[in-house]
């Protein structure tokens, strides 16, 4: 069981706005520490999408944006694009562990 | 452009070692506040992180596998490696290594299948 979890599925339909949600704990998102997020294709290493709670990286796109509050964060894609169909999963750190922790990802599927 | 790609045998023993390397190009390992990181994920399941080395030589590892894990740097190959030790099936895996900027694994390799199978 992920120390941070996530919804295993979203779906909706192409121009349409998801959200996921990645839900942690005091010693981890609630303790203040960054949550970032990842997309992963099939068959291919995940990118990093979101850093840093709310950031993008040069070159991902502004549909991507993302929030977090008290002890989750929140990744949402407006304008839904066959292109996103991917996996996603969020990422922080944990005190409680020592260690770099991840959700168990959210399969996005575009319908 | 910062590239990393994995190498090492894609299939060991049970109990003998696993050992990986990442091969930087585009940038050196030893300049900058970087860490790098090894990560994996089996078949059809999620990310578990291994453990970082800072660009300094300072390691951390997860505790579930601290007492097997060894990453360490070698600057004049501008790699860093990975070794696990007594391997099982559990650790059958895509091994990935990862870049550790903006706070966040911001360049990853294409990843590496490890199967543990005698």
């Known amino acids: 069981q992920s120390v941070l979890t996530q919804p295993p599925s979203v779906s909706g339909a192409p121009g349409q706005r998801v959200t996921i949600s990645c839900t942690g704990s005091?010693?981890?998102?609630?303790?203040?520490?960054?949550v970032h997020w990842y997309q992963q294709r099939p068959g291919t290493a995940p990118t990093l999408l979101i850093y840093?709670?709310?950031n993008r990286p040069s070159g991902v796109p502004d549909r991507f944006s993302a929030s977090k509050s008290g002890t989750s964060g929140s990744l949402a894609i407006t304008g839904l694009q066959a292109e996103d169909e991917a996996d996603y999963f969020c990422?922080?750190?944990?005190?409680?562990?020592?260690?770099?922790?991840f959700g168990a990802g959210t399969k996005v599927t575009v319908l | 452009q910062v590239q990393l790609q994995e190498s090492g045998p894609g299939l060991v023993k049970p109990s003998q070692t696993l050992s990986l390397t990442c091969t930087v190009s585009?940038?050196?390992?030893?300049?900058?506040?970087?860490?790098w990181n090894w990560i994996r994920q089996p078949a059809g399941k999620g990310l578990e992180w291994i453990g970082r080395?800072?660009?300094?030589?300072?390691?951390n590892y997860h505790p579930s596998l601290e007492r097997r894990v060894t990453i360490s740097l070698d600057t004049s190959k501008n790699l860093f490696s990975l070794k696990l030790t007594s391997v099982t099936a559990a650790d059958t895996a895509v091994y990935y290594c990862?870049?550790?900027?903006?706070?966040?694994?911001?360049?990853w390799g294409p990843g590496t299948l490890v199967s543990v199978s005698s």
């Open positions: 990862a870049r550790d900027g903006l706070a966040a694994a911001d360049y």
């Open positions: 585009g940038g050196s390992i030893s300049s900058g506040s970087y860490y």
């Open positions: 080395i800072y660009s300094r030589g300072s390691a």
């Open positions: 005091k010693s981890n998102i609630g303790a203040g520490y960054g």
């Open positions: 840093g709670d709310f």
């Open positions: 990422q922080s750190y944990d005190s409680s562990l020592s260690a770099y922790v």
